[in-house]
């Protein structure tokens, strides 16, 4: 069976089994997945199982979208296995009826900001403070058997290096 992991922010998970035709998801206690996170709609999105057996995932117009492997989706998007899936700020993973199934791709972190050029100063008696380095954010990658717990690590660490080193 197919199911879904709600990931909340306090390191808690929910987990829904998927067996049937379709599941509403949103903050509204009608959906059959309930968010409690604010930024996700009354009606965000809907599970629908497909030919295939299956599912795909379609936003219902919400405000703060759903994004599927950190893309924004606009029409039905077939899940794969451990596809990560935000409701507004709340995370998801779905896992595939089949254990083999083969696991979503990996998305590349995005490049590095570009550093903008400096105007030459006048010299003076004190050194320059240098730019910080801020490191690249990785996509978050779910560790295997820790859950969301390890996905909330995976990208907090780089963060609470970036604020040690400041």
Same mark, same amino acid.
């Given at each position: 069976m197919a199911k879904i992991i709600i990931c909340h922010s306090d390191g808690?998970?929910? @987990?829904?089994? !998927?067996?049937?035709? @379709?599941? *509403?998801?949103?903050?509204?206690?009608?959906?059959?997945?309930?968010l409690p996170d604010g930024s996700? *709609?009354?009606?965000?999105?809907? !599970? %629908? !199982?497909?030919?295939?057996? %299956?599912?795909?995932? *379609?936003?219902?117009g919400s405000t703060n979208h759903t994004k599927v492997n950190g893309r924004i989706?606009?029409?039905?998007?077939?899940?794969?296995?451990?596809?990560?899936i935000l409701f507004g700020d709340t995370l998801a993973i779905y896992h595939a009826t089949d254990?083999?199934?083969?696991?979503?791709?990996?998305?590349a972190p995005p490049p590095a900001p570009k550093k903008k050029k400096? @105007? @030459? %100063?006048?010299? *003076?008696?004190?050194?320059?403070?240098?730019?910080?380095?801020v490191p690249n954010q990785p996509t978050p990658t779910p560790v295997p058997g820790s859950g969301c717990l390890g996905?909330? !690590?995976a990208?907090?660490?780089?963060a609470i290096g970036y604020l040690i080193l400041r």
């Open positions: 808690n998970e929910d @987990k829904y089994g !998927l067996s049937g035709g @379709k599941f *509403s998801i949103g903050r509204a206690d009608t959906n059959d997945i309930v996700s *709609s009354n009606q965000h999105a809907a !599970l %629908e !199982l497909q030919e295939n057996e %299956e599912y795909a995932v *379609s936003d219902l989706i606009f029409e039905s998007t077939p899940l794969r296995h451990e596809d990560r254990p083999e199934a083969e696991p979503a791709e990996e998305i400096r @105007k @030459k %100063e006048k010299k *003076s008696a004190t050194a320059p403070i240098p730019e910080p380095i996905i909330v !690590l990208a907090a660490i780089p």
